[in-house]
């Protein structure tokens, strides 16, 4: 399916947004091409294709209530940015373009409860504006970043983003949330369904269904507000910088962790990544080799050996008390010998203590540096991800690389791979570095991600998150009996949105009246 | 290291220095610093093009306000635009006048 729905004329969207800046006043009402400009996908496969009209930015869930009501009334799709922030994933485009972005980035407030190690958010913190608050007033509990952390706390939990700390998998994190529903309607999940509950950010269910999951990726309402776990300050950090030096090592290296991370000895989410991964935030391509498509065997030795790196890398922290950390490193130092590392370096911190930037996601400090990648081609770059759901098999996983880099080779592309283990699955994040400035390295780019995509899905594997171009592709892998669960979106997407204004075609949910144009 | 930077902010509050490049400094700081504070990819991409010691953009002396304005609101290189949501037009104000250090 696709955006091929009739747009609202130019005399209603200007109808709208007149009414929108009635509520949220002219100053956070933004309408000119500049606007339009840095509201568009900053890391775009075709960037003409994703433009809105317009965004507002509201201050508060009830200016948010009118705003959806106002769309409604005049049929207007509106899409949902909490900071806009999404590199990679279409930044704060909306999929159908001339809708009107709902930017979030205004809505502040932060309510932590110290004792119980938990916030209240809205959508428009920032992981550096709650590092601040927290750290300005030394409390003393952790936040788990992603390897870029610019965008909302909230926003990244909602699109299912990872850190790196035992909190890493940070939609699990949330804990209640403030849901604008598509009339306006505004309701509470879990505990907070009932006024006052002291327990709304420590109970995660509340009675009969749990919602909260049901506002995760999807398009049924507008999360004002949402509770997250935070982490308590751990007595020590302690682990291990690991380095293997073979492309073949990714195999018996997933068998390692796995079953540590499984059992919990290994509490965080380790991720594996590739020499690539480490080296282009350190230097740009031409710094070693002139020629067109994938860097040869010998281009890749010389940087691997310039910056010391294995083909495959893995930073594994224990966190907690010492004497539990203790018995832990010397379960993980046996069984990380046991497949002879090219490298360890152990790493130990205690509060208080200093430690280099490229230490602090561990730590949950925010950080922006790993985006340097976006220079790798020497101008104006960028990413995009292929990143489907493995198993912790190793030789599946090693089967799913074999083909993976066969195909990067094949469209003249520089490989880049993590496998991030969840506690049972492992995340193949795969990321393809563009070069914006070169229109012919972009023709590629688009047929090179329906390969992959094709790919996986014949090994059942389907991705965990998308960019806006591909959220249709990546849905439609999801189709047993029928597209069940396509169809059963729809129809919560129909009752709770039956004019089908919030954020049409986000996670390939299309309301009903886009359906009926028909599918792409 | 965001934590000490604050605290020698909170010192400067109390010295009662000038309100209007206070502001901007720490705008500066909530809004800009992530990226071009110490470990900040704006200013790990600018010391490819510079000498590195003046890549933090408060360590610059050839800002001009209306320059800072521009490059912030259509971007550069693979500096994305900055919305107006995220920093208003008045903050933005602040903040080139900030790294400016007056020239206009």
Request: no cysteine.
């Given at each position: 399916m696709d955006a091929s729905h009739a747009p609202p004329s130019a005399a209603t969207l200007d109808k709208t947004l007149k009414a929108m800046a009635g509520v949220v006043g002219a100053a956070a009402t933004f309408a000119t091409q500049e606007d339009c400009d840095a509201y568009s996908d900053r890391f775009p496969i075709d960037p003409h294709r994703h433009r809105p009209f317009a965004a507002v930015a509201p201050t508060s869930a009830e200016q948010v209530q009118a705003l959806v009501r106002i769309a409604a009334a005049h049929r207007v799709p509106i899409w949902t940015v909490?900071?806009?922030?999404n590199l990679g994933y279409g930044t704060a485009a909306p999929v159908v373009a001339s809708s009107i972005v709902l930017d979030l980035s205004r809505m502040q407030q932060i309510t932590v409860d110290v004792e119980n190690a938990t916030v209240l958010l809205e959508p428009g913190v920032g992981f550096y504006d709650l590092y601040d608050y927290l750290q300005t007033r030394n409390i003393p509990l952790w936040l788990s970043v992603p390897g870029n952390s610019w965008g909302s706390v909230i926003g990244n939990a909602l699109d299912r983003g990872l850190g790196y700390t035992p909190y890493g998998e940070n939609t699990r994190n949330l804990c209640g949330m403030e849901v604008v529903l598509p009339d306006g309607d505004m309701v509470r999940t879990g505990m907070g369904a009932m006024p006052n509950a002291p327990s709304w950010q420590l109970h995660k269910y509340g009675y009969g269904p749990a919602w909260d999951q049901l506002f995760v990726q999807s398009n049924f309402g507008i999360v004002t507000k949402a509770g997250m776990w935070l982490m308590p300050q751990p007595q020590i950090v302690r682990g291990f910088d690991v380095e293997m030096d073979r492309m073949e090592d990714l195999g018996p290296l997933i068998d390692v962790i796995g079953p540590l991370r499984r059992e919990g000895v290994l509490q965080q989410s380790p991720t594996i990544g590739n020499w690539f991964r480490a080296a282009n935030i350190l230097t740009t391509r031409k710094q070693w080799t002139d020629k067109a498509g994938s860097l040869s065997d010998d281009v890749i030795a010389a940087i691997r050996k310039q910056f010391g790196l294995g083909w495959w890398g893995v930073s594994l922290r224990l966190y907690g008390r010492e004497t539990v950390v203790q018995a832990n490193m010397d379960i993980l130092e046996k069984a990380l010998n046991a497949i002879k590392p090219m490298s360890m370096k152990p790493f130990s911190w205690r509060p208080g203590e200093p430690f280099t930037p490229t230490q602090g996601g561990w730590m949950g400090v925010p950080m922006t540096f790993p985006l340097q990648s976006a220079n790798w081609f020497g101008g104006r770059g960028g990413h995009i991800g292929f990143s489907p759901v493995l198993t912790q098999s190793g030789k599946l996983a090693m089967e799913q690389f074999n083909r993976t880099y066969a195909r990067y080779k094949e469209f003249g592309m520089d490989y880049q791979a993590s496998f991030a283990f969840g506690e049972r699955h492992l995340l193949n994040v795969n990321a393809i570095l563009l070069n914006l400035d070169d229109p012919q390295f972009m023709k590629r780019v688009d047929p090179f991600l329906r390969t992959l995509i094709a790919d996986a899905r014949q090994h059942g594997y389907g991705e965990y998150r998308a960019h806006i171009d591909y959220m249709d592709t990546v849905a439609d892998c999801y189709d047993y009996n029928n597209h069940a669960l396509r169809r059963l979106n729809e129809r919560v997407k129909d009752a709770l949105d039956p004019v089908g204004i919030l954020s049409p075609g986000k996670s390939g949910i299309w309301p009903a009246a886009y359906r009926k144009e028909g599918k792409a | 290291m965001r934590g000490v930077i604050l605290l020698g902010l909170a010192s400067l509050i109390s010295l009662g220095a000038q309100a209007a490049d206070l502001d901007g400094k720490m705008l500066f700081h909530q809004k800009c610093e992530m990226c071009h504070g110490a470990a900040g990819m704006g200013t790990g991409l600018l010391a490819r093009r510079m000498k590195p010691e003046v890549a933090p953009l408060e360590k610059r002396d050839d800002l001009s306000a209306a320059y800072v304005e521009r490059a912030a609101r259509i971007g550069i290189l693979n500096m994305p635009p900055i919305t107006r949501g995220d920093v208003s037009d008045a903050q933005l104000a602040s903040i080139a006048r900030y790294l400016s250090k007056g020239k206009p």
């Open positions: 909490s900071r806009g922030k | -």
